[in-house]
């Protein structure tokens, strides 16, 4: 079964016959031990650090169908290297296009990528929300998130009475703020999250959502490749130059569940502490300890299973991701309603 590989040092790779193979870079330019990847078991490339490759390795990379992800020093997504699509047909990208530009089908399924980030928003919420009412732990006596899910509750149902896209993802901004900011209550006094700031972050758990939001966006977008749809027509957000817009409107689904919840495990087992970050000029980063930390657990958190209701089988997380997009296929297909992913543990 093919993993991704996370590249965190600078350094240089070539193609060697059939495997890639990686030679460290230290600041010096002194060569470390090369290391090679056998391309068979290899899924997509995320690079962290600086990359000297040159055209004939990314022909050997697209011919392979592999993916490379690229995230700069402050751990922002800078982009993507993409594979020539090999399964894009030619009705579904036509439905797709269709779906997009009749203004009632577009909102139709926007609607339901805002319902289902909303239901796993309030699962998150209430897991939380119970277990501490059940512990009744000193250090949360006093959090209480009911009015919270009230409020998202509420929010939750003008979902289907919105009339446009502008309208939806206002609504959608609505939820997210006050989902936002429940963060203090439920990681205690250790961080705080004092507002949503990105670009650059401000703060430890800024940092956090920012760096987990990129890893689920290029999570979404490598599992679409796989499939017939166009990552570049979207329903939620607007499609944009040079952006796979889809993967946005899937990592919405997707982020209180592979994202949130990581972060809020994490930091609540004390794997990330205060002394994991440092502050540069106008914002706050991941040290590299606790980024590959951090990329460790978000990749854990991808293979893990869970009994899937309907197929009355365990399937992973990255599974998941990969049936939303399968619902989204037959819907624009006219095969079957999409029903967007909500969480049920």
Request: with cysteine; aromatic share 6%; proline share 5%.
């Given at each position: 079964?093919?993993?991704?590989?996370?590249?965190?040092?600078?350094?240089?790779?070539?193609?060697?016959?059939?495997?890639?193979?990686?030679?460290?870079?230290?600041?010096?330019?002194?060569?470390?031990?090369?290391r090679y990847l056998p391309v068979e078991q290899l899924g997509d490339l995320y690079v962290f650090?600086?990359?000297?490759?040159?055209?004939?390795?990314?022909?050997?990379?697209?011919?392979?169908?592999?993916?490379?992800?690229f995230f700069n020093y402050y751990e922002h997504y800078t982009g993507s290297f993409m594979p020539r699509e090999y399964l894009l047909a030619g009705k579904m990208q036509v439905d797709q296009t269709k779906h997009y530009m009749a203004a009632k089908k577009r909102i139709e399924i926007a609607r339901r990528f805002v319902e289902g980030a909303a239901n796993n928003i309030l699962r998150v919420l209430k897991y939380y929300d119970n277990r501490d009412r059940?512990?009744?732990?000193?250090?949360?006596?006093?959090?209480?998130?009911?009015?919270?899910?009230?409020?998202?509750?509420?929010l939750l149902t003008s979902v289907p009475t919105a009339t446009d896209v502008p309208m939806l993802m206002g609504i959608e901004g609505n939820i997210r703020q006050t989902y936002y900011g429940c963060f203090d209550a439920i990681v205690g006094k250790t961080f705080c999250m004092?507002?949503?700031?990105?670009?650059?972050?401000?703060n430890e758990l800024n940092a956090l959502i920012s760096f987990g939001n990129m890893l689920c966006y290029t999570a979404c977008l490598s599992t679409i490749y796989h499939t017939q749809l166009n990552p570049t027509i979207s329903f939620l957000h607007e499609p944009g130059a040079r952006r796979y817009s889809l993967a946005l409107d899937l990592a919405e689904v997707f982020k209180p569940i592979l994202v949130d919840?990581?972060?809020?495990?994490?930091?609540?087992?004390r794997q990330l502490q205060p002394s994991d970050f440092r502050s540069e000029v106008g914002?706050?980063?991941?040290?590299?300890?606790?980024?590959?930390?951090?990329?460790?657990?978000?990749d854990e958190q991808l293979k893990e299973t869970i009994k899937?209701?309907?197929?009355?089988?365990?399937?992973s997380y990255r599974h998941l991701v990969k049936l939303e997009c399968y619902k989204l296929q037959k819907h624009l297909l006219g095969l079957e309603e999409y029903r967007p992913f909500k969480a049920w543990w």
């Open positions: 079964m093919k993993q991704p590989k996370y590249l965190f040092n600078a350094g240089r790779m070539s193609r060697k016959d059939n495997t890639l193979k990686f030679t460290p870079v230290d600041e010096a330019g002194v060569e470390g031990q090369p650090g600086s990359l000297d490759a040159n055209s004939a390795l990314y022909n050997f990379l697209g011919q392979e169908g592999i993916a490379v992800h059940a512990t009744g732990t000193p250090e949360r006596e006093a959090k209480d998130l009911t009015e919270a899910i009230r409020t998202i509750d509420r004092d507002g949503r700031s990105k670009r650059p972050p401000q919840r990581l972060i809020f495990r994490m930091i609540n087992k914002g706050c980063v991941l040290k590299d300890a606790a980024r590959k930390r951090f990329v460790q657990g978000f899937h209701r309907a197929l009355g089988r365990s399937v």
